[in-house]
């Protein structure tokens, strides 16, 4: 392709339509069934952390280094050399961390829900017994913690996206002019869909900010924390050691799981916050459970042993995904690119690429990808309410498929892109 679509005649445009459309027919007669819909550790990954299944062999491998039987009750906030373990890895400290099971989103619904019910420190009452209740949700965003919000009533308010994070002006304009915004969703590393790491201007902007709410929460999902792809990745400042022992530290609920480091389905995730919001957590969830897995979180411990073998660690996934990401990200330059009706972001980490198509034509391509065979993310769903403003934005996840699966998928998704926009401007 020697011109942009934008430099064609509408007769070059025809026939550059006629030829996709004839591809796009072959490519639906190959019977397709693609998956790259969710941000999945593949196979191969998991493999990884096989071993971690046969670190704990019989009941004297399940005592702790202080002789606490981890097949037992007990230990409400989690195993203590986990703790600590976690500490290490992101210079938190261990008394301000309270370890769950599998799920870091389990833990930051229940966190939600426990504001519903019962409020949180300096709540002037449960935010269920508001009349309104308000989140700030940047975005493109994570689709999961918008369903949080929608499920339980909580109106969104869309805050844009931009290179250094979200729009802090808007933030701080909003924050500090209605009472009724409670909290933040933010992925401040490698930040879903678009691998955006939040710059160290940012993150103190949300270390000082100015609320109207005196119960606003920052809730920090640092999901991609160690999830490094290039070998110069991006460094987040340390949001909790910026806030702790201020005037400010209740705000921040911090949370982390090593859902794509060990096991999505048998991880173990955390939640960090100031000791006021500790003990007020602690009356609440001592009610809700005797304490979490703690054979899991042991053998955490023994597989991985510290900081530095966690990062080790990650660095095999890396290798394993760089490939990918630049399978994806090469595809998206020699197919899309000339076209110039799309821009795309090429994160060092995470697990998406965030593709921003001519507006108006997002949901058509989805439609057109689907029928032909691969999965993606629905159109609109890294917006609140699912609503993309431009009808522009797709979630690419290149983590599961084998790379021979996804250079096909890849290769679909652009063929349908550059047809839904020609159907577009010449209909």
Known sequence: MSKKYTEMTIKELQAERAKL????VQIKSLGLDLDMSRGKPSNVQL????SLLR???DSASCKAEDGTDCRNYGQLFGLSEARELFSSLLDIPAKNIILGGNSSLNMMYDAVVRAMLFGVVGSPKPWGKLDKVKFLCPAP???RHFHICESLGIEMITVAMTPTGPDMDEVERLAASDESIKGIWCVPKYSNPQGITYSDETVRRFARLKCAAPDFRIFWDNAYAVHDIADEPDELLNIFELMHGTEYEDRLYYFFSTSKISFPGAGVALMAMSDANLEATKKIIEVQTIGPDKINQLRHVRYFT????????MKLHG???KPRFECVLDTLDTELAPAGIAEWTKPKGGYFISLDLADGTAKATYKLVTEAGVKITKAGATFPYGND???RNLRLA???PPIEELKPAIHVVCTCAKLAYLNKILN
């Open 398 to 400: 290149p983590t599961y």
């Open 319 to 321: 290798r394993y995904l």
């Open 389 to 391: 403003p431009r009808d």
């Open 141 to 143: 965003g994570y689709d």
């Open 47 to 50: 493999d990884l952390t096989e």
């Open 55 to 57: 670190v704990l062999h």
């Open 306 to 313: 510290n900081a530095e073998g966690i990062h080790d660690h």
């Open 21 to 24: 459309a004839a591809e796009y």
